[in-house]
């Protein structure tokens, strides 16, 4: 029997067994399709103190492993380790590049691999592809290779992860196939495309209309303020279209690790084949300059009050509500400015109790008193904001928290 | 009894007289909402041969009428002429001023009076309204005046004028009660707005995210077509992602009367209030150049042939598909590229006989194959193009008529 007949029956059986490199947010995501299906599945973790966490997920047919030699028991390997982008906006494939070279180590004949990481258009086949053929097998034919795009979006509790449709290509129609038998049995919907580079673009494409989007309606919104207007009733109003319209919010800058880095991987390769995506470059510029505005704009705050108040608090410091992931987070990135500038700044967040060190205050009336400034950056929905109002302090509130009512103390940004 | 209370007392019994002022698209749209709802309404006109057209519509409770001085009979007056860009780009707003003046010779007490043309924030209030008070009368009392802006779709079958909601705001609460009212009798849902300049701000926010996005889509598939990769593919396979995602598709450039021109409204006063809209400035600039992409590819496509072709056939003039409206149409454009260099131009297109004086060809094999080159510039879905395909003449197509099935003969841009 060829390979991918083995590998068919193993997947109809679901006596395969896959391997996920990578168990941050993504991994984690995918062991419970993979496990909920039916397949055994092993993580593959650093040290004990990752395997640890894997145990807590709970999940009855996921193992933790921190040896990759196990990788060579299993027939599916997932690949869905960071891909992000280093301080001069370029792609680090570092992480990506060394988890395939782990794999190709262990690869063995009739294995399916997959990369979920975002990636430019060409990474899979002319990076990923190479390492993985210089081990003398053939893909295709002894092994199986191709693309699927993450869509995972943490916290998003309408659409859960298998009710996403897949994009699916494969370096070959083998593997597209076998990938796309696979997906569909772990999620509703498989979308299998035409090339390895048409799935990268694709997920690239997805995150830069979020990041043009989200970037026009901030820069909009300091358009709405200077006209005294309030932004979000007019997003409010225009979402009523029925069509042709799809509302983004203005915030103190996209964080995350898919937003706000994914669209310098098509920004490079975009740049590579000369052609220069204006639009997106200054989306990501005027992204980058939010935490700064949210600084100047808590200056403006404090200033009017004309003494020396230097006591902020952060209210959420997760890059999205209702999570705790703080990667790539404006917070940090305003906790800097005005740490940097002598500011004594504490947070609160019931995601994340702690940060760089330090805890999350306890949210009770006095202690918010002791600020002079209370800034909120994330709307978890499990904080009592009104407790907030109950101070004297002024707010300053990035994410319309109170819904566009008019407080003499609460400003808008 | 109150003006106002009269007026409702007209709205509710359908005994309200109305008056439209601006008798293109949109007009012709709200009268048959209005005589559709009960409402006599008279179509202002400048001559006869508008009047015919009129007559034309064949609206039970529709008349036309030359005369201004018919509007001081009418209870509610709808002001929906056109604002467009002078060649700087900068809003012309002559014919809406011109409009609200005509109103204001003829204003009486108790009528209401609603603009729906597209404008910039403040130019409800501080323009139009000054013209109509000049009269001594008093607003929210005397008369009642408030702004409504337009969504008419042309084409859009899927939404029809009457499902749309309505955004409405008033100069007074009286005002914007009476518009509330009216307009609930006229269309499915009313969205009343907290000021003129919401209202106003939300039609051109609504129509900016529109440009801004096919801008993007068209820069993108220069992109792609560097790439290799199929533009429309990337575009469908993105289109299943259930949340975060809205398509759109490239052209050869933005046409008609709104999303060409609303977002230089909101440009001009940004700029006005010191703020540089710059993601809309260069969506702009993008949308400006796709008729010399077109062009050139053309001329790429004739060039490869080595021959002195001359004779271009554009498929469709119409800004948008299965409709007659040429303004701002990007086949204009291109049209007048290719005139000026020399080249005889010939159109097809169902939905419009003559342009300029020149017919519309006859739609036959042998006259399409006298052509050297064909390009498809809107996609009517009633134009035969399988006929195109059995002529040996190369084809652009920017609308991806041909669902990116491949040909030889057919390049994409």
Known sequence: MQYDQVLRQKIKSRSA????????????????????????????????????????????????AIDIKKMRTCDICIVCV??????????????LSSAVRQVAGQLRKGQLIVVESSIAAGTTRNVLLPILTASGYKCGEDFFFGHS???????????????????????????????????????????PVSSLEAAEVTKLF??????????FVNQFSEYAQRRGLNVWEIIKAASTKPFGFLPHYPGPGVGG??????????????????VSLTLLEEAGEI????PQLVYEKALEILGKRKTKRKKILLIGVAYKPNIDDIRESAALKIWALFKKNGYKVSYYDPFVP?????????????????????IILTNHSNVQYDVLLQTKIPILDTRNTFQSRSYERVVQI
């Open 257 to 274: 690790h898919c937003i706000p880095v994914d669209p310098y991987y098509l920004l490079d390769d975009a740049r590579s084949q000369g």
């Open 149 to 191: 795009p993450e869509r995972v979006d943490p916290g998003n509790d309408v659409f859960p992860l298998y009710s996403i449709p897949k994009i699916v290509a494969g370096a070959d129609d083998i593997s597209l196939m076998l990938l796309t038998y696979f997906y569909q049995t772990i999620v509703q919907s498989v979308v």
């Open 17 to 64: 067994k896959v391997g996920i490199l990578g168990m941050g947010y993504v991994g984690n995501y995918i062991a419970r399709l993979t496990t909920g299906a039916g397949y055994q599945t092993i993580g593959f973790v650093r040290n004990k103190h990752r395997a640890k966490k894997i145990k807590k997920l709970g999940l009855k047919n996921l193992r933790a």
């Open 206 to 215: 997805e995150n830069s209309f979020r990041l043009l989007n989200i970037s």
């Open 287 to 290: 992204n980058d300059k939010r």
């Open 354 to 374: 702690k940060v760089h060190g330090v805890k999350s205050i306890e949210f009770t009336e006095k202690i918010l008193s002791s600020f002079d400034l209370i």
């Open 82 to 95: 960071q891909t992000p982008i280093d301080k001069n906006k370029k792609p680090d494939l570092t992480y």
